[in-house]
């Protein structure tokens, strides 16, 4: 089998050969490759080309592909449970794990990180009686209507500015503010803190790239909230069990009033989460007045490989300390090169989670920066660095992710690899 071949025929089948936008390569003029197994750090298409991995699902394989004990959990579970509608014991153990492990009162299990956010937005509005919310420009926290307005990730690369199919309705209580700024913020409390619901924002913003939020920001948006009565939600959908076990809420000193989770604690599996303090959870139905609902949530094999996922990480702390020596390595060395090469780069880094920007800037802060990105130039190193076996996010707007699995060798395949970009 060619992976052309397969690509073909699937977009006979599936809008634009894929199940989700950024998969199919578009603007880079190639096919994307058709993967078939994992194992690690590594990944094989159907034509039997091995990559070495840096997008690990986007996030989700922390421990690397196919990880044994989650492997093992699914296995094990498979064989008895598969799906109920009905409680369980083992989804009891997941919530308890998180709840206990990152300090949140209660969890709600649902399937998508896009359900997730949208479901705690739905939260904080009928908590609060308010309509209004406020975006970052830039970041991105699903498919819902709502936050399809200068939204990140594929919305970015894709060049939609928001989407159709969005009724000016649906959006017209969505209010943008700018990533990084207070004074943006502080005047947008000013003018609508009365109507305001809700903050929603990555706290480690991986959707336009890696920017890191500002404490001071953070701070600020936190005062603010608690000023005019706003829910604050951070989004941790991608950095959550990424960044620390804790997310970012384990690397700064601001608390929200809920967390959106994904990705990882499905540990590969379809899944999302939104929890936290008690008083605003206990609003959610059976017992309070704001419905959500899922067929599927807590299933019994999301749950067992979330759990297996979970209990790993939070046992072997050292595997936090392996990523950030990993990412440090990687950012060095990009460094070095940039230096060697001259290229207009700039790497911008939180843990595993790391962005080379293309771009004259010195540094990258804010979405303006972000925007002031050479795409030609980024596409030019993805299409070198697939050519030699290194599988990256096919965009600017994008963040690659280490795995446990990865190691130093790995690491310096990368930049042996970048070494010969000709830009
Ligand atoms: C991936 C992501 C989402 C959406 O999650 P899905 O599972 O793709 O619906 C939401 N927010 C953030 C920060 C994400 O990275």
Redesign the pocket.
Known sequence: MLNSEVFKESSKFMPGGVNSPVRAYKGLDIDPPIIKEGKGAYIYDVEGNKYLDFVCA?GPMILGHCNKETVEAIKNEAEKALAFGAPTYEELELAKYICETVDIDMIRMVN???EA?MSAVRLARGYTGKDKIVKMIGC???HYDGFLVAAGSGVLTTGIPGSKGVPEDHIKNTLLAKYNDIENIRELFKAEGENIAAVIL?PIA??MGVIKANKEWLKEIRTLCDKYGAVLIF?E??CGFRVSYKGARGLYDVEPDLVTY??IIGGGLPC?AYGGKKEIMERLAPIGDVYQAGTMSGNPLVVAAGLATLTKLNNNKDIYEKLEFLGKKLEDGVNKIKEERDFPIVVNRCGSMITVFFTDKKEINTYEDVMSCNVDNFNKYFKHMLKKGIHLPPSQFETMFLSASHNEEDIDKYLDALKELEL
């Open positions: 986007w998508s990180g896009t956010t991105y926290h699903g990555e991986g959707n989004d959908v991608m994904a990705k999302g």
